[in-house]
C-alpha cells in the first residue's frame, strides 16, 4: 500500500483516520505537537503547522495528504486565520514542494455560510486556496460529528442523562459517526481525479431535527424521553458570555459558535453526496449514537 500523511492525527477524527489507514495497509507519517509512543506503521513527525521543516518531512515520499489538523473553537476569532487559513496554505506548499498525488481537506458545513461565524469563514477561505492549489484534491465538509473519544458531543450526552436538553433555535442538521468519516477520508486518499466537494452524513434522508436528534440521544443513555426546549437567539448570546466568565479560554459555548448554531440547515446537500463507488455510511445514527454513549459509559464519563 501507500504512505499517507496525516495532520491532526492525535485529535478525534485524526485517530480515527489513523486507525482506519493501519487498518487499510497503509504506512502513515503522522504530524503531532507532543512525543506519542511507538506505533507499528506509524512514523510520529513532531512539529505544528507553522514548521515548514515538520512539513517537508511529514510530506516526503508519500502519496497522499489528509489534512484534518485545524481550529474548531476559540475565543479568540483571529486565530482561525492562523490555524485555519495559514496552516492550509503551509500543508499545500509542502505536498506541492514533495510531489504528494493527492490532497484531502477536511473542512466544515459552516463553510457553506461564511457570513455566520469566523470558523466557518476561514475554512471558506482554506477551501480556495485548496481549490487553487494545482493539487489533486478533495474537500470533505462534514456535519456534527460523533463517536467515542468526541468530547465536544459529549455534552449533549451528559445534558441527556439529566433528562434536560437545551436547544439552538429550531432547525435541522446531519450527523456522521467518526469511524465512517475516516473510513471516507481514507478512500479519498485512495482514489485520483477526484475534485469535488463532498458533504457526507449517516444516509438519513433530511437528517435530523434538534428535537429529533436530542430524543435519539436520550435513548442512546437510557432515558426515554428528554426535555429539549429551543433557546432564542438572544438566550444563546448570554449563555456564551457567562461561558466566558466561567470557563474562559476553555469555554466550550463561544459566541462565534453561536452564531452558525442559531441557523435552522445544517443538513448535507444530496447534490454534494459522495458517489456510492466510492463510500456509503455503514453506521445508523441510532446504532452509532448508542454505541457511543456505551463507550462514555464504559471509560466513566457518564
Given at each position: 500500500m501507500s504512505i499517507l500523511a496525516i495532520t491532526g492525527a492525535t485529535g478525534f477524527v485524526g485517530s480515527a483516520a489513523l486507525d482506519?489507514?493501519?487498518?487499510?495497509?497503509?504506512?502513515?507519517?503522522?504530524?503531532?505537537?507532543r512525543t506519542q509512543p511507538p506505533?507499528?506503521?506509524?512514523?510520529?513527525?513532531?512539529g505544528t503547522l507553522e514548521e515548514t521543516g515538520a512539513l517537508a518531512r511529514l510530506c516526503e515520499g508519500a502519496e497522499a495528504v489528509?489534512?484534518?489538523?485545524?481550529?474548531?473553537?476559540?475565543?479568540?476569532?483571529?486565530?482561525?486565520?492562523?490555524?485555519?487559513?495559514?496552516?492550509?496554505?503551509?500543508?499545500?506548499?509542502?505536498?506541492?514542494?514533495?510531489?504528494?498525488?493527492?490532497?484531502?481537506?477536511?473542512?466544515?458545513?459552516?463553510?457553506?455560510?461564511?457570513?455566520l461565524s469566523a470558523y466557518g469563514a476561514s475554512k471558506a477561505r482554506a477551501e480556495k486556496l485548496v481549490e487553487a492549489s494545482g493539487l489533486d484534491w478533495t474537500i470533505v465538509r462534514p456535519p456534527a460529528v460523533y463517536g467515542p473519544r468526541d468530547a465536544d458531543m459529549f455534552e449533549l450526552f451528559r445534558a441527556a442523562r439529566l433528562g434536560l436538553v437545551p436547544l439552538p433555535p429550531s432547525g435541522a442538521t446531519s450527523i456522521i459517526h467518526s469511524d465512517d468519516l475516516a473510513a471516507l477520508l481514507v478512500a479519498l486518499a485512495e482514489t485520483g481525479g477526484t475534485k469535488a466537494i463532498y458533504e457526507p452524513d449517516d444516509g438519513r434522508e433530511g437528517?435530523?431535527?434538534?428535537?429529533?436528534?436530542?430524543?435519539?440521544?436520550?435513548?442512546?443513555?437510557?432515558?426515554?424521553?428528554?426535555?429539549?426546549?429551543?433557546?432564542?437567539?438572544?438566550?444563546?448570546?448570554?449563555?456564551?458570555?457567562?461561558?466566558?466568565?466561567?470557563?474562559?479560554?476553555?469555554?466550550?459555548l463561544t459566541a462565534d459558535r453561536v452564531g452558525y448554531m442559531a441557523h435552522p440547515n445544517w443538513v448535507a446537500r444530496f447534490d454534494r453526496a459522495v458517489p456510492a463507488a466510492i463510500w456509503q455510511p455503514t453506521i445508523s445514527g441510532e446504532d452509532g449514537l448508542r454505541r457511543t454513549a456505551q463507550w462514555y459509559l464504559e471509560l466513566g464519563w457518564l
Open positions: 482506519r489507514a493501519f487498518a487499510k495497509g497503509h504506512t502513515v507519517r503522522a504530524l503531532t505537537r506505533r507499528e506503521g506509524v512514523t510520529w513527525v513532531n489528509i489534512h484534518i489538523a485545524g481550529l474548531t473553537n476559540t475565543p479568540e476569532p483571529a486565530e482561525f486565520e492562523t490555524a485555519n487559513v495559514t496552516g492550509t496554505a503551509s500543508m499545500i506548499a509542502a505536498a506541492t514542494a514533495t510531489g504528494a498525488r493527492r490532497f484531502v481537506f477536511v473542512s466544515s458545513l459552516s463553510a457553506r455560510e461564511p457570513d437528517g435530523w431535527s434538534h428535537k429529533e436528534l436530542a430524543q435519539a440521544i436520550g435513548r442512546a443513555v437510557g432515558r426515554n424521553s428528554v426535555f429539549a426546549p429551543h433557546l432564542p437567539r438572544g438566550v444563546l448570546d448570554i449563555a456564551a458570555r457567562a461561558d466566558r466568565l466561567l470557563r474562559g479560554d476553555k469555554a466550550k
